[in-house]
Nanobody, 122 residues
Framework: QVQLRESGGGLVQAGGSLRLSCAASGIIRNINSMAWYRQAPGKQRELVATITSGGSTNYADSVKGRFTISRDNNKYAEYLQMNSLKPEDTAVYYC????????????????WGQGTQVTVSS
């Protein structure tokens, strides 16, 4: 059983910073792309950032220049450094990853974490 677990969320003032972590556990063959999503109340879940196995990154326009996604393949982990936070960044942030396991064989399956709350006060 593969699980993703987020941590690092909390309450910060506008202009502050937070670093989110996501760790994958279980028997893992390989992790392909990883990503962070977020969902605010009353809004659809949106893609925040992605990172490939080779380290290539992509960001939503709303977070470019403020957020940085990274990964540690040895730890099966990904991170999201969030700087210059704004109230509109308030949301539940979800870790996402495409993971190969003995059950999936060579095929990757998409996994989601449970989410961690980020609240930015004005």
């Amino acid at each position: 059983q593969v699980q993703l677990r987020e941590s690092g969320g909390g309450l910060v003032q506008a202009g502050g910073s937070l670093r989110l972590s996501c760790a994958a556990s279980g028997i893992i063959r390989n992790i392909n792309s990883m990503a962070w999503y977020r969902q605010a109340p009353g809004k659809q879940r949106e893609l925040v950032a992605t990172i490939t196995s080779g380290g290539s990154t992509n960001y939503a326009d709303s977070v470019k220049g403020r957020f940085t996604i990274s990964r540690d393949n040895n730890k099966y982990a990904e991170y999201l450094q969030m700087n210059s936070l704004k109230p509109e960044d308030t949301a539940v942030y979800y870790c996402n990853a495409d993971i190969q396991t003995p059950l999936t064989g060579a095929r990757a399956r998409n996994y989601w974490g449970q989410g961690t709350q980020v609240t930015v006060s004005s």
